[in-house]
């Protein structure tokens, strides 16, 4: 496909905000390259570990299956094995660029598909990346660029498919679902979607071998980390999973009775906004195409998969990152309809036109709220990244190589420093995600792990585990705290010795970093 004009136009105009978002972000962190969140180390340390020593864990001490995207393990380790730590912590926000450079190629060909005007097409396509929060997802540093090009993919491949039936179209369809699922679980609702409008378009073949093909690679990833004594699917998932189970009685429930989308709707409107529009111009398209066309297909799977999303799974997430697919896609979907929309608004009753116009103003007013929300972020959460994980990484890595740690933030921890983790929070230490499960977290319990496991440090945001008692069986060494948080989970992040026979060299060593090291910004407190 030959390159267009609203493709060169979008892609230059999203390499100049994530070039001016990256000067601004290097201003605030003294010229430290740093990511948006810490989730991006974690996969990061996989994929290291994984090319360094052929382990799939967050440290070379024990496995653990900490990230939900294993294809971006795969595609990381990849440069993994020709380049060091300093290296390789650039290729994520690299790789988020070239594909959402890619996702734009492919929407342009979307938009051409459906018969949208060439001369606004570069407008749809930076409205749509905007929306979507590109430049922040770049900082985010993790799987949802990849995420929104294949599910631009797969709009499309499901698109000739219903059009054409050829073998070829289900053929690209099947292999960009294996893709999908691969790189995110959650693409299942996209997949299904798509499914269900090529059934209603009698392509019933492509319409079983595409979500079959998309659970080959995921039953065999499966079927390994059983083998390894793991969970069948990433961690990630399973406490999602337990969580749902432990606030909505099931998973199933949550579906049935809303409670996804309800919370859906209070911490992501504009996705609401966004479906609604979806409807009316899927209503609008289908009177005015006919019911079997590329538009009114699009519509349909689009509005499919944001639906199945919005009552499957909670979109809560850093820098709205659970639900950047969607609006991409949504916004690239509605492309096709405005003008008709508007021209037949045009000859309504003046009143009707009036709720036309309005309800179209609403839905651009929530989609640049979105924007706005998505892009002012990342500049202060690559600060408070660098701030307080980045730190606490540096502290470790110079001070407790090779020894035992507690901790709940473990990706900068992980990727940065060698040290013999115990993940209190689960995502890689399969016993605490156990005695969740099982509801039986115990301070006795956790600190049973902590003596097998010999850990001499913990490193906590201290109101997360004050079932542990802290302060009583442990000896608090110092603390840490940053301002004008944007991204962190707490402002305060608390040392705690569990060594009596280690205090004396931790309160040495956490001291003179805090006095030496330490970003001024940071105020920190040693309690002798």
């Given at each position: ?156 491949a499901t698109i000739d498919h219903a059009d054409s039936g050829s073998r070829e179209s289900a053929i690209r ?356």
């Amino acid at each position: 496909m030959p390159i267009k004009k609203p493709f060169i136009i979008s892609i230059v105009l999203m390499g100049f905000a994530t070039t001016f978002m990256l000067a601004a972000s290097l201003c605030a962190t003294g010229g430290e390259f740093t990511y948006a969140m810490d989730d991006a180390y974690i996969h990061l340390a996989i994929a290291k570990n994984l090319a360094d020593y052929g382990l799939w864990g967050v440290n070379r001490f024990a496995e653990s299956s900490a990230s939900s995207s294993p294809l971006w393990i795969f595609i990381l380790s990849f440069f993994g094995l020709f380049m060091d730590r300093g290296t390789l912590v650039h290729v994520p926000f690299t790789l988020n660029f070239i594909f959402q450079a890619a996702a734009l190629f492919f929407a342009s060909g979307t938009l051409e598909r459906i018969g949208a005007d060439e001369k606004k097409s570069g407008i749809h396509l930076v409205l749509a990346a905007a929306a979507a929060g590109f430049p922040a997802l770049t900082f985010v540093g993790m799987e949802h660029s990849l995420q929104i090009a294949l599910c631009v993919m797969l709009l499309n491949a499901t698109i000739d498919h219903a059009d054409s039936g050829s073998r070829e179209s289900a053929i690209r369809l099947s292999l960009v679902s294996a893709l999908l699922l691969f790189a995110r679980y959650d693409s299942v609702f996209i997949i299904a979607s798509c499914a269900i409008v090529l059934l209603f378009n009698k392509r019933f073949f492509a319409a079983a071998a595409a979500p079959l093909a998309a659970m080959a690679p995921v039953f065999v990833f499966g079927a390994l980390s059983v083998a390894g004594g793991h969970y069948f699917v990433p961690t990630p998932i399973v406490r999602k999973m337990i969580s749902s189970v432990t606030h909505h009685n099931s998973t199933l429930f949550s579906f049935l009775a809303g409670t996804n989308a309800f919370y859906n709707m209070k911490t992501d409107p504009g996705i609401f906004a966004l479906i609604a529009a979806c409807l009316a111009a899927l209503i609008f398209a289908a009177k005015r195409f006919g019911k079997s066309t590329g538009p009114v297909n699009l519509l349909a799977a689009c509005l499919g998969a944001a639906l199945l999303h919005v009552f499957g799974s909670e979109l809560s997430g850093g820098l709205f990152r659970y639900s950047a697919y969607i609006v991409f896609v949504c916004v690239i979907a509605l492309s096709g309809a405005p003008e008709g929309l508007m021209t037949t608004a045009a000859r309504l009753h003046s009143l009707k036109r009036t709720a036309v116009v309005a309800f179209a103003a609403a839905v651009s007013l929530c989609l640049a709220w979105r924007a706005l929300q998505v892009t002012g972020i990342p500049v202060f959460a690559t600060k408070n990244i660098r701030q307080q994980q980045m730190q606490i990484a540096l502290y470790l890595r110079d001070n407790m190589a090779g020894r035992g740690v507690a901790a709940n933030d473990i990706g900068a921890i992980s990727y940065f420093s060698d040290v013999r983790l115990l993940d209190l929070v689960g995502l890689a230490s399969d016993e605490i995600t156990e005695l969740n499960r099982d509801h039986a977290f115990s301070a006795d319990r956790v600190f049973s792990l902590i003596k097998r496991d010999g850990v001499e440090l913990a490193v906590v945001y201290e109101n997360w585990f004050k079932y542990l008692e802290l302060p009583v069986r442990g000896i608090r060494v110092a603390e840490w705290e940053i301002g004008n948080n944007k991204i962190c989970s707490s402002e305060k992040v608390s040392f705690f010795c569990l060594d009596k026979k280690r205090l004396s060299e931790h309160l040495r060593t956490i001291e003179d970093f805090s006095k030496n090291k330490l970003p001024k910004d940071v105020s920190w407190k040693i309690f002798k």
